[in-house]
């Protein structure tokens, strides 16, 4: 069974840091690109940023303006999103996927881990 279990959320103010862990599991993660996508109250999934399955190329939304850095180690099966800087229009729920550009429609993803910035 494939599982993807995002954790590292939490309520942060704003200008702080967050880490984020996907732990993957019921499939050869190391074979996948992999997303982070997020989707903030009555708005839809907003693609964030992917990794190639062997981490060699990243790509991010334009609209992140360098805030934040996927990682991920094949060999723990885990995949990462450092934010930094974070803004209050950062709060929302934070979902890792399989695949490049994950808008949650096709593929896989877990339940999500809450994000909130706010003072």
């Known amino acids: 069974e494939v599982q993807l279990v995002e954790s590292g959320g939490g309520l942060v103010q704003p200008g702080g840091s967050l880490r984020l862990s996907c732990a993957a599991s019921?499939?050869?993660?190391?074979?996948?690109?992999m997303s982070w996508v997020r989707q903030a109250p009555e708005k839809g999934p907003e693609w964030l940023s992917g990794?190639?399955?062997?981490?060699?190329?990243?790509y991010y939304a334009g609209s992140l303006k360098g805030r934040f850095t996927i990682s991920r180690d094949n060999a723990k099966n885990t995949l990462y999103l450092r934010m930094n800087s974070l803004k209050p229009e950062d709060t929302a729920v934070y979902y890792c996927?399989?695949?490049?550009?994950?808008?949650?429609?096709?593929?896989?993803w877990g339940q999500g881990t809450q994000v909130t910035v706010s003072s």
């Open positions: 019921g499939f050869t993660f190391g074979s996948y690109d």
């Open positions: 990794i190639t399955n062997g981490g060699d190329y990243r």
């Open positions: 996927a399989t695949g490049l550009h994950s808008v949650l429609t096709t593929g896989y």
